[in-house]
């Protein structure tokens, strides 16, 4: 009998072995039983937002998104398309944390946003760039003060609320308005105040949603090269847009949703075939002609990304 229970303790841990080996390799874990069950992936290191089998359903019917499976790396530029309803200001609200995923995984910057407690959720919003369709500016404030807030806020010292409002002003063309109201300005203009207020404090992510939805054709090249530079200075930016012909211009990642579910995930996507390239769409802004087009080069994993989390 001592034989028989040597061999069977020997034969248990040889089973062990062999499901901790499988866990890793697939990505499961044991429980009590020998049953495994599903273990969210690691993070990438380089990995700034990461979706894992989110669903988030408004009713019993009709989800606002289904299975979300995507990873966003740093310095990305990416923009959800598709038809209204189809869950993209969904994955916005739920980067933002303003609604919980029925199901899934959300990180950003490595950490899984179920573990920030409501009472912490305005500490991780400052750390996101923000802009809106329709601006969300302070409408008793002048342009200077609407940027200041957002610098305001987060305890910055009026020394540099002072350096950091005049250059903000300056990259999106209002130093010109600074002592303006909301009211005193085209659409255009309060647009370029959501998107200065977003940047002020250099936020390793930026969101915009529909930032372009009010704007004329000629006023929206002008919001889009303004999150273009941004990007060019290393804030990932994710826009969700209607807008068909400034994503063919542009050139950059598209993810399309349709009813709530991806796809179409594509490194430099635009609605059409023959639409222009990035380079094309530089181009155009600076008014020269055509040069080579230039595909998105994929992130290195040596990248990493500022933590917005540190304690």
Do not use: W
Not at 106 to 116: C, K, M, P, Q
């Amino acid at each position: 009998m001592a034989v028989s229970r040597s061999t069977t303790d020997r034969q248990r841990a040889a089973a062990a072995r062999q499901a901790a080996a499988a866990a890793r390799t697939t990505g499961t874990h044991p429980v009590a039983g020998g049953a495994p069950t599903s273990a969210p992936r690691p993070s990438h290191p380089s990995a700034v937002i990461e979706f894992r089998g989110v669903t988030k359903a408004y009713d019993n019917t009709t989800a606002g998104v289904h299975d979300a499976t995507f990873t966003v790396h740093r310095g990305e530029f990416l923009f959800l398309v598709g038809q209204t309803g189809a869950g993209k200001s969904t994955l916005m609200k739920l980067l933002l944390k303003e609604m919980e995923p029925d199901s899934g995984v959300i990180r950003v910057a490595g950490r899984d946003l179920s573990e920030i407690t409501h009472k912490k959720v305005p500490y991780y919003r400052r750390n996101l760039g923000v802009v809106f369709q329709d601006f969300k500016l302070l409408p008793n404030r002048t342009v200077y003060d609407n940027v200041a807030y957002a610098l305001q806020v987060t305890g910055a010292s009026r020394k540099q609320i002072r350096r950091q409002v005049p250059d903000i002003l300056r990259l999106t063309g209002l130093s010109t308005k600074l002592h303006n109201y909301p009211h005193q300005l085209s659409g255009g203009e309060q647009q370029r105040v959501s998107v200065a207020r977003a940047f002020v404090n250099h936020p390793p992510l930026l969101l915009a949603d529909e930032p372009t939805g009010n704007l004329d054709p000629d006023t929206t090249i002008g919001i889009m090269q303004l999150l273009y530079r941004i990007n060019k200075a290393g804030t990932t930016v994710v826009v969700a847009t209607h807008d068909e012909g400034m994503v063919n211009r542009m050139r950059r990642r598209v993810i399309e949703l349709q009813g709530g579910q991806i796809v179409r995930d594509e490194v430099a996507g635009g609605y059409g075939r023959d639409s222009e390239s990035t380079a094309e769409f530089g181009a155009l802004m600076r008014g020269e002609p055509s040069p080579t087009p230039q595909r998105l080069r994929q992130p290195s994993e040596a990248d990493l990304f500022d933590d917005a989390f540190a304690d």
